[in-house]
């Protein structure tokens, strides 16, 4: 690991704005993911603004009826909290597909939003990687890509998002709160959260720099089943080849969204009118325009079964 420096910041605003202010400085908190990827030296921070005394970590009611969870809630937490289990049980139930007990009592939520990709050639430092090493190339488009991205990509990136919870947000409709280094605040709708490659891809996010994630904030609950099922290599500690977060109602109507997939939670809300028509209806929507390598045609397939166990699910 290369050295750097370190910091505790008292607020939020001060934190962004001494990750601004520091040439390649970085935010950390559980670190689950980031202290990984410095000892790799895939990321190599001169500074480390650690967040974790900020006190972003209760989940608050909102006016609304909804519940803002501040950006330091760990992720066991948010998954046993009983308004969360009550009201977004698809959330809780994505937290508990993910990662391990033990990483779930550190990661944080906005850790999670953020963490980085899992394609292999990402954490091969000897291999070509646009994400890594912008203009570097991509070792995944001529090797091996089965747990790649089927739709979104570009020619610079095929690497999916690999989380669950973000899923499971965005077919929440959740927001992502943030602060800059004046105090400024924004809310980001999950949907423009994570961006599409195009030719940077390793830009993951439409944060800008130095912006600091404080809170995520869930509407007012959605009836109806809420289900988020995750198909993988092995039966825990593994990302999904893909995976479904639905809310379906009693007439067969509801909301669905994709991981595993693409570069970011993937839902297309204009298929969801299909959703009573069967699985194959939507699929064929929210897949229309996928380009799969020769190694991962399979997800299209595993998309509209796990879609279809997922449908049988909520009517049972
Ligand atoms: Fe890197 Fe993306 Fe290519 Fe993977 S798919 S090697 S992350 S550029």
Redesign the pocket.
């Known amino acids: 690991m290369k050295s750097f420096t370190y910091e505790r910041p008292a607020t939020p605003a001060a934190a962004a704005a001494a990750v601004s202010r520091t040439p390649n400085a970085k935010f950390i908190a559980g670190g689950t993911n980031l202290l990984d990827l410095m000892k790799l030296q895939i990321e190599t921070p001169a500074h480390l603004v650690d967040v974790n005394g900020l006190g972003l970590d209760t989940i608050e009611p909102t006016p609304e009826g909804g519940l803002r969870v501040g950006a330091l809630v760990r992720n066991t937490d948010l998954a046993a909290d009983a308004r969360v289990r009550k009201g977004y049980g698809v959330l809780s139930r994505a937290l508990l597909a993910g990662a391990s007990g033990q990483l779930r009592n550190k990661a944080t939520t906005a850790g999670n939003l953020l963490q980085r990709?899992r394609?292999?050639?990402?954490y091969d430092t000897a291999?070509?990687?646009?994400?890594?090493r912008p203009g570097s190339?991509?070792?995944?488009?001529d090797?091996i890509?089965r747990q790649?991205?089927v739709i979104g990509?570009s020619q610079?990136?095929?690497?999916t998002y690999p989380g669950d919870m973000a899923v499971a947000m965005r077919v929440l409709d959740a927001t992502v709160e943030t602060v800059d280094a004046k105090g400024g605040s924004r809310t980001i709708p999950m949907a423009e959260f994570h961006r599409l490659?195009g030719d940077e891809?390793e830009v993951d996010t439409t944060l800008r720099p130095g912006e600091l994630i404080t809170a995520v904030t869930l509407p007012r609950p959605v009836a109806g089943t809420h289900i988020y099922r995750k198909v993988r290599d092995r039966a825990s500690y593994a990302y999904a080849l893909v995976s479904v977060a639905a809310i379906i109602g009693k007439d067969g109507s509801g909301r669905v969204a994709f991981g595993g997939v693409a570069p970011r939670p993937w839902r297309v809300e204009a298929a969801e009118g299909d959703l009573p028509r069967g699985a194959k209806a939507v699929t064929d929507r929210v897949f229309s325009g996928a380009a799969p390598t020769r190694d991962n045609a399979y997800k299209l397939t595993l998309a509209e079964r796990t879609l279809g166990a997922v449908l049988t699910e909520a009517r049972a």
Do not use: D, V
């Open positions: 990709t394609c292999p050639y990402f291999q070509a990687c646009n994400k890594r190339g991509c070792s995944a488009l090797g890509s790649l991205a990509a610079a990136c095929i690497a490659p891809p």
